[in-house]
Structures are given as structure tokens and as C-alpha cells.
Nanobody, 123 residues
């Protein structure tokens, strides 16, 4: 069973950058597609980005396209989310998630979740 631990969140000003990391254990990481989701207060958890097994296939929500980059290092069992040009509306708890084989944008398709890391962007 996969365990996921996110890190890298924090409080930053608008226009800044952050890089989130998600370390996986207890699974064959290279067999799992990975996703990042976020949940703002009072809102549903929404898709941010996803990446396929090799890292060649990536998918993004329209709201982050061109600003965020998802990547993975299978040797380190880690997936990253580089977030640039952050906006106050990016404020949320960010979760990484895992599912076998193919990436999906629907949160219900993911089997394993981390505990989340808070990202707060001040204006």
C-alpha cells in the first residue's frame, strides 16, 4: 500500500514560486501515475496536474497551465510541483495522489492520498 508525504508548502507573496514535493513509499513508484490536487476553504478538491509513469505525459488544469510544472524522479520515488507566478487564488491545501498506470484528472480515480501541505499566497 502506497504512503505519500507532501512537503514544501508555505506562505509566500503573489508572484513568488514554490516547489512542492511528494515522497512515496510502500509501492513500486514507477507503476503509479501521480496527481496533484488542491482544496481551498469551502470548496471542493480540484485537479491541478497529473503525470504518467515515465514523466513524458503531463496534464494541467487550465487555471495553472503555463505557471505550474509537474515532474517526477522515479529513482527518488518523488513527484514535484513547481509553482511559479503564484496568485492569491492558488491558496489551498495541496494533495498528491497515486493510482496505478494511467493518469486521470478525476479525484475519485486515485487510490492513495497524502495528508496535504498548505500553500498560502498573500496579495
Amino acid at each position: 500500500q502506497a504512503q505519500l508525504v507532501e512537503s514544501g508548502g508555505g506562505l509566500v507573496q503573489a508572484g513568488s514560486s514554490l516547489r512542492l514535493s511528494c515522497a512515496a513509499s510502500g509501492c513500486f513508484f514507477s507503476m503509479y501515475a501521480m496527481g496533484w490536487f488542491r482544496q481551498a476553504p469551502g470548496k471542493e478538491r480540484e485537479f491541478v496536474a497529473a503525470i504518467g509513469l515515465s514523466g513524458n505525459n503531463t496534464y494541467y488544469a487550465d487555471s495553472v497551465k503555463g505557471r505550474f510544472t509537474i515532474s517526477r524522479d522515479n529513482a527518488k520515488n518523488t513527484v514535484y510541483l513547481q509553482m511559479n507566478s503564484l496568485k492569491p487564488e492558488d491558496t489551498a491545501v495541496y494533495y498528491c495522489a497515486a493510482r496505478k498506470f494511467l493518469p486521470q484528472i478525476a479525484r475519485d480515480e486515485y487510490d492513495y492520498w497524502g495528508q496535504g501541505t498548505q500553500v498560502t499566497v498573500s496579495s
